[in-house]
């Protein structure tokens, strides 16, 4: 049985992590969704509700669970026994970034880090582009999964709720 776990801040949860999970499961029999924090970012959403929104996102996948990261990525993914660490490429940036964390992760543990490359027509979505478009009243509701859209448009305090 091999076990997959695919880091993120997931804040919040966006389409591209959702097609990261459905490809990471043609390969692994579970995946779990780990919500961590990096220390180099503040969240707008909450530990719990990012797990809340990528609980409801993922509840229709078979074999994927959500958990959260509450310290090092690597004594998680050995907690949960994980085979490796799974990781989705827009394109060079994100290869640029997660490069060295897949270096320290293996370093610390061992473990490997496999990445998928997502769906291209995804390739735009980003939690941090998906914030800036809400906060500045823009439709974010074709870039997340359903219900996610008012959590984030409630946490920025803006007036709108969902698709105008
Ligand atoms: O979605 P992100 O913000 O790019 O994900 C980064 C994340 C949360 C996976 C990374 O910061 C992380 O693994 N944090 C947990 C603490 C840890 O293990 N830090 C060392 C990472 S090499």
Known sequence: MTIAVFPG??????RGHLD???????????????IANNAGKATLLSIETRLELARE?????????VEAVPGLLVEFCRAADADLIVKGLRGGADYDAEMPMALMNRHLS???T???IGDPA?????????????????DIEDLVPPGVAPAV???????????E
Not at 9 to 14: A, E, L, R, V
Not at 21 to 33: G, K, L, N, P
Not at 57 to 65: E, F, K, N
Not at 123 to 137: E, F
Request: proline share 2%; no cysteine; aromatic share 6%.
């Open 110 to 112: 061992g473990i490997e």
């Open 122 to 138: 995804l390739a735009h979505i980003a939690s941090s582009l998906v914030r800036d478009v809400a906060r500045n009243s823009g």
């Open 153 to 163: 448009y409630r946490a920025l305090g803006s007036a709108r709720t969902t698709r």
């Open 20 to 34: 990261v999970v459905r490809r990471a499961r043609r390969f692994a029999d579970e995946v779990v969704v780990a």
């Open 9 to 14: 801040s997931f804040d919040p949860i966006t």
């Open 114 to 116: 496999v990445f998928v």
């Open 57 to 65: 996102a993922v509840q229709h996948l078979s074999g994927v669970r």
